[in-house]
């Protein structure tokens, strides 16, 4: 089996993953290179929204900003640590003006002030964007620059097995070559001092997703290793269309598209109006969608998320198909009555100038950029109803990480949206600060504290432990394939099934008994998976490993919401936890047996924060919950601050 020998590897070719690579290069590192199962499938390349948003410093204007005010609105996102947030302020401007130094057209003002907007949870205006597809953007110049250094990059590669010495520190991992056309080349052995793990949110244990399709995530080989996960419960859903997999967020709410849901039989009804009496109403609830796009449970009542509840109704009660009709106007009606609608929405409407005709008009002079991002991917919205559903879009939470981005096992670091620094809610495009905020910490304390090749020793040490995990992985290979001549494959079927499950119980809308049916069925199956699970040819291997991988992340994400009901939790965030002493939006308090009723978090918990690990052994979680880390008092008297960065450039 091959073997390969690195100072530091990266797992991932994201943003996040990218810059890890760059900024090792810059620093004087060499024997690094990159692993990904697609160099061209990761979420930061493959998604963006309505205006894609990067969250960093105010950098125009005579508004008052500091990292520290920065760090304390990122803090105030509830059970968020305090160095994580500092970070992510402080080193936000340098990680702004690298990307935008590297070619991301983020735009300025004539005199050069990288101007801004408010986003979502913000409060200062420190938002700006580079358009829909910003973090497409990123990577693309974040690789460009990487490539000039030679940093290799073996695509096809699926980590499967992460290695660790006697002391529990990483050593390196086993991949499966998915490109391999003989068993001999199937497996690739990997010793390294560090890893970086930078594999995105766990985009593949959800049916309804926004995630790209080519990205699955690889959250259960971290935790099956030993890392500990921090706020699993915490994600982020809303209304996307589910082929393509986009956000329907911003003008395309906000030219008030016709809601139709259509059942077995082909018939079709505008099922809004089946809720609401009221047209202005209605209307003014479907354009606040535009900019509250997330399901939050805050606006499940009588705010803007109730039309999520009822996308949520009509798909998974009811069995019925969702789309948006550009085409007509809601209610069948040529004309809107403008004047119905709040404030807000008509003034809205009326300052763009778009007060007439169909939605798709609406959209055409608003923001036809809009339509023409359909076309390409094959869909003209002025022809065809899109599709859509309540999906999964960001994972607010992930692995524990310390103030330089290591996660509790030594030696293994996780950046982007695999590491868990965000909270209950952040500011819209702060994720993407994060990933290039994360990677740079590891980066920086690679390079100071844990450079060169592993030891000659600690290569020899790893002998065995690497020979009896290759051998029980390629067991294990052949098992599956063996599986897949007599039976065929059936990897993708129990995929569809497992992630369908999860869509329903414990997505946005959460039911705490299905969701220990559904932990139940899973132990089951990787109990059994040698026996149960069936592969074909080499995407055959990919998917089941796949399968495996998000096996063990349901379950840890499973058991942190059944444990944080349990420990007294209420619905909060983009989660609905059913309560049936709760209560509910008017008029779907009855619905599946009070599905839609729930009670409002008070705040108690927003101190505090959930960690988990994973015992393979066991397939089971245990959930230990922490005061959340302090913000660190900022700036600090120079003379001190220089004197100990002489010394070891304050990277301890």
């Known amino acids: 089996m ?11 070719t994201g943003a996040a993953g990218y810059n890890a690579a760059l900024r090792l290069s810059r620093m004087g590192e060499t024997n690094i290179a990159i692993f990904t199962m697609g160099v061209m499938n990761s979420t930061s390349r493959n998604t963006g929204s309505d205006k894609q948003t990067y969250y960093k410093l105010s950098l125009a204007g005579s508004a008052p900003d500091s990292p520290e005010a920065m760090a304390r609105d990122l803090f105030g996102g509830r059970c ?37 907007y408010q986003t979502d949870h913000d409060v200062r205006g420190r938002a700006t964007s580079a358009g829909p597809l910003t973090s497409k953007l990123m990577t693309e110049s974040l690789a460009r620059e990487v490539g000039r250094y030679g940093v290799t990059v073996y695509d096809r590669s699926q980590i499967v097995s992460i290695l660790k010495d006697e002391t529990g520190e990483a050593l390196g991992f086993v991949a499966l070559n998915t490109a391999a056309t003989e068993t001999n080349d199937r497996l690739v052995t990997v010793v390294c001092k560090n890893i970086v793990w930078a594999t995105g949110g766990p985009a593949g244990i959800y049916a309804d997703s926004v995630y790209p399709l080519g990205h699955v995530g690889s959250t259960g080989v971290a935790l099956e290793a030993g890392a500990k996960a921090k706020n699993l419960t915490e994600w982020q859903y809303g209304l996307a269309s589910v082929a393509p997999r986009w956000n329907v967020s911003g003008t395309y709410m906000q030219v008030l598209p016709r809601f139709v849901s259509v059942d077995a039989e082909g018939n079709e009804y505008e099922f809004l109006s089946e809720y609401f009496t009221d047209l202005g109403e209605q209307l003014s609830r479907v354009f606040r969608k535009g900019y509250e796009w997330p399901f939050d449970s805050r606006r499940a009542r009588d705010g803007s998320s109730v039309i999520d509840l009822l996308v949520y109704r009509e798909t998974k009660l009811r069995g019925r198909r969702v789309y948006l009709d550009f085409r007509r106007n809601p209610a069948g009606l040529d004309e809107l009555p ?56 960001h994972n607010n939470g992930g692995l524990d990480v310390d103030l330089w981005w290591q996660t509790e096992v030594q030696g293994l670091f996780a950046a982007g949206e695999v590491a868990g620094t965000h909270g209950v809610y952040r500011p819209g495009g702060s994720a993407l600060n994060a990933g290039q905020v994360g990677s740079l910490r590891a980066a920086q304390y690679i390079a100071r504290n844990r450079s060169g090749l592993p030891s000659e020793q600690a290569v020899a040490a790893m002998t065995d432990q690497v020979e009896a995990a290759a051998g029980e992985l ?44 559904l932990i139940e069925k899973n132990r089951t199956l990787l109990s059994e998976f040698d026996s149960r699970v069936a592969a074909v040819g080499a995407l055959g291997l990919a998917r089941a490993f796949s399968l495996r991988d998000s096996l063990i992340t349901q379950i840890a994400v499973l058991s942190a919401m059944i444990d944080y009901v349990g420990a007294g939790g209420r619905s909060r965030g983009s989660a609905l936890y059913s309560a049936a002493d709760g209560q509910s939006a008017k008029g779907l308090e009855d619905e599946a047996n009070g599905l839609f009723r729930y009670l409002l978090d008070d705040g108690s918990r927003d101190g505090v924060t959930q960690t988990l690990c994973y015992d393979a052994a066991g397939m089971d979680c245990h959930a230990v919950w922490r005061d959340v880390r302090p913000l660190p008092e900022s700036g600090g008297f120079f003379e001190n601050v220089w004197r100990s960065y002489r010394e070891n450039g304050n990277v301890y």
């Open 2 to 12: 091959k073997t390969i020998t690195l100072s530091t590897a990266i797992i991932g």
């Open 80 to 116: 968020v640590d305090g160095d994580h947030a500092l970070c992510e302020a402080a080193l936000s401007s340098q990680c702004f003006y690298q990307l935008a130094e590297l070619g991301v057209p983020f735009p300025v003002n004539r005199y050069g002030e990288s101007v801004g």
């Open 338 to 393: 403008y004047d119905q609608l709040d404030e807000e929405a008509r003034k809205y409407l009326e300052n763009a100038g778009a007060c007439f005709g169909t939605p798709i008009q609406r959209l055409d002079h608003m923001n036809r950029p809009a339509i023409e991002l359909y076309a390409s991917k094959g869909v003209d919205i002025t022809k065809e109803m899109l599709e859509i559903a309540l999906c999964a879009q």
């Open 474 to 517: 390629s067991a294990l290979c052949d098992k599956l394939l063996s599986n897949g001549q007599s039976q065929g494959d059936n990897t993708q079927a129990l995929l569809a099934e497992h992630r369908a499950d999860m869509s329903a119980c414990a997505a946005a809308i959460r039911n705490v008994s299905a969701m220990k049916t």
